[in-house]
């Protein structure tokens, strides 16, 4: 429906409390970036589930396609030598 | 292996689907038909209780009934938001519900006759809600089960609300007795009703049961529901409006009566007693709202427009 003006699609991140990061919620609809967190606050926090808000129209966000998620991922698929098991360290050594 | 055949085998493995990734044209279709015609359900669900909010008895049961028709308001909105994933835009949804095209929970055109309904509405109305929903939260589709996650979360005090309002009438006068008593009786057999059709009759099921869209099927969980709530009647010393009630005790379950499928296809249809009444009632709101929203909009042009124009002096 192109020739409606729509309100345009926000991202919404709440962070729920100090120490964590914030995590995406879902999405809204508003005129502007103020709106939005205005309608995040009442869509996405009637229960206390946020102490901060972050809202990103969604045209900006860029996303990694899934079709390409293979060639991305793959080349730390076979690097087992990131990992601390890798490494043998005798039982008798401690706090390692 | 086909595209296809790697969808149905992420399915069967129980990995999520997510937006971006590829999907059965249909699977979108069916998801974008439940989403929103559940988002409809959502919207239009605040209407036959919102008619009792300024009648609500107390302040009490006033704040209560607020907060749960606002709730109804956030479960619509996860789920348009939900659909908008898959690529359907919101005033076309918006649009195929003011047309008809789309439908709605037929239980919301049920009017709300008495204080007493509120009680039924929030016990059974919402406890079937929970019923179909909590299956839903494990639905292969990502974004509608991490919605459905939220709603399911909120609703638990939707019916304890509407439970306590049942339990406080049936325990007040005679007179209060006999309203929660036939408030039962009116919405006992639309919220069976609310499961959709008997299993052989419905068409989704078998490819949705497939697709991990849904876990369990309509008679299923209407037996469920059956099970969970007559003893809850017969707490209230309230009588469940069907003379064929009675516990099985070989299968472990209650035995209940035929559903009057007629009126269920009838209300369906658009021909039930609020259908016109609440699409009426939508219509007017987004209508009336339009000015609203245009404005917001062209104010925020502005300001747009101001903060370019200033980035710009600051610039030169
Ligand atoms: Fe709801
Ligand atoms: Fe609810």
């Known amino acids: 429906m192109s020739d409606k003006k729509n309100w345009p699609l926000y991202e919404v991140f709440i962070r729920s409390k100090n120490g964590l990061s914030h995590k995406h919620v879902g999405s809204l609809h508003a005129a502007d970036a103020e709106m939005a967190i205005e309608n995040a606050r009442d869509v996405y926090t009637r229960r206390s589930e946020g102490i901060s808000i972050w809202v990103v129209e969604s045209k900006y966000i860029t996303a990694s396609s899934p079709e390409e998620s293979e060639s991305l991922f793959d080349p730390a698929n076979d690097k087992v030598y990131r990992h601390p098991t890798f490494y043998n360290i005798p039982d008798e050594v401690k706090h390692m | ?316």
């Open chain 2, 1 to 316: 292996m086909t595209q296809e055949q790697k969808f149905q085998a992420k399915i069967d493995e129980e990995i999520r689907i997510e937006p971006k990734d590829w999907m059965p044209e249909a699977y979108r279709k069916t998801l974008i038909r439940q989403i929103s015609q559940h988002a409809h359900s959502e919207i239009v669900g605040m209407l036959p209780e919102g008619n009792w909010i300024t009648r609500a008895p107390s302040l009490r049961r006033k704040v209560a009934l607020l907060a749960k028709v606002q709730d109804e308001a956030g479960h619509g909105l996860y789920l348009y938001s939900a659909a908008e994933t898959l690529g359907a835009e919101r005033d076309d949804m918006i649009e195929d519900l003011h047309s008809g095209k789309a439908k709605y929970s037929s239980i919301f055109n049920y009017p709300t006759l008495t204080w007493a309904d509120i009680g039924a509405i929030g016990w059974l109305v919402d406890g079937a809600a929970i019923m179909n929903q909590v299956p839903l939260c494990r639905c292969s589709y990502g974004p509608y089960a991490r919605a459905m996650v939220r709603v399911c979360k909120e609703e638990s005090f939707h019916q304890r609300q509407g439970y306590e309002i049942m339990l406080t009438l049936a325990k007040g006068t005679e007179e209060q007795k006999a309203m929660a008593q036939d408030a039962l009786n009116r919405w006992w057999w639309p919220s069976l009703m609310m499961f959709g059709p008997n299993d052989k009759d419905s068409k989704h099921t078998q490819q949705s049961m497939d697709w991990k869209i849904k876990r369990f099927t309509n008679d299923e969980l209407r037996q469920r529901f059956v099970d969970m709530t007559v003893p809850q009647a017969e707490y209230l010393g309230l009588t469940v409006p069907d003379p064929d009630i009675k516990w099985n005790e070989e299968e472990g379950h209650y035995d209940f009566g035929k559903i009057n499928w007629e009126e269920f296809w009838n209300v369906v249809k658009g021909n039930g007693p609020c259908n016109k009444q609440r699409i009426r009632a939508r219509k007017k709101a987004y209508d009336d709202g339009a000015w609203v929203r245009e404005a917001a909009m062209a104010y925020a042009e502005k300001r747009r427009k101001r903060s370019e124009a200033e980035a710009g002096i600051k610039v030169a």
